[in-house]
């Protein structure tokens, strides 16, 4: 007999995946994580969250139609020192669909630290076997359980320039606290 979560199939009796909540100044965001697929990403996430380094970033870059981007930045863009990168997790299996959480990284495909997006719309050219992407893809490591209505209006927000930076929400879009969600 199977459980069903959010479109994914877990026998009965297997660990729960960890949960996580964003408070934002929107509104709270869960996040189901899945260390069954991307064990590095999650286990990096989750150190990043259990250390308070999301508390008081910002969605530091918003593209409505594409996604939106967090932890990196304070307001005013200040940059936040990070630890060094991970292995990218991106496998066919785990697709840029709307809803799911992804890492975000620079051109080299094994650079992702502590910066992450939603999707807001299904990203197929994000995942490695598309042709019209990078061949690699972005590791996705879980989805919106809960508050894609925040992810949305989070998305609608207007962006404007902050000095070399571009999609920056015009008035900050804060995570206010990041933790655990408790059962």
């Not at 051109?107 to 197929?124: E, G, K, Y």
């Amino acid at each position: 007999m199977t459980e069903t979560r959010n479109d994914e199939i877990r026998p009965r009796g297997a660990p729960a995946r960890p949960v996580v909540t964003l408070e934002t100044t929107l509104g709270a965001i869960e996040v189901e994580l899945w260390p069954d697929k991307a064990p590095v990403t999650v286990r990096n996430f989750l150190k990043y969250l259990d250390d308070g380094f999301y508390d008081g970033t910002i969605f530091h870059r918003v593209i409505e139609g594409f996604m939106i981007q967090a932890g990196g930045f304070t307001p005013g863009m200040v940059r936040k020192p990070t630890r060094p990168p991970i292995a990218n997790e991106a496998g066919p299996a785990l697709e840029n669909d709307r809803g799911t959480v992804g890492m975000a990284r620079t051109s080299a495909p094994h650079s992702a630290t502590s910066q992450f997006f939603i999707n807001t719309v299904d990203n197929r050219f994000l995942n490695p076997e598309d042709p019209d992407g990078d061949g690699v893809g972005y590791c996705v490591f879980g989805r919106v359980i809960a508050g894609l209505d925040v992810v949305d209006r989070i998305a609608a927000v207007k962006t404007g320039r902050s000095g070399s930076h571009s999609d920056v929400p015009v008035e900050p879009v804060i995570v206010q606290r990041a933790r655990r969600a408790t059962t």
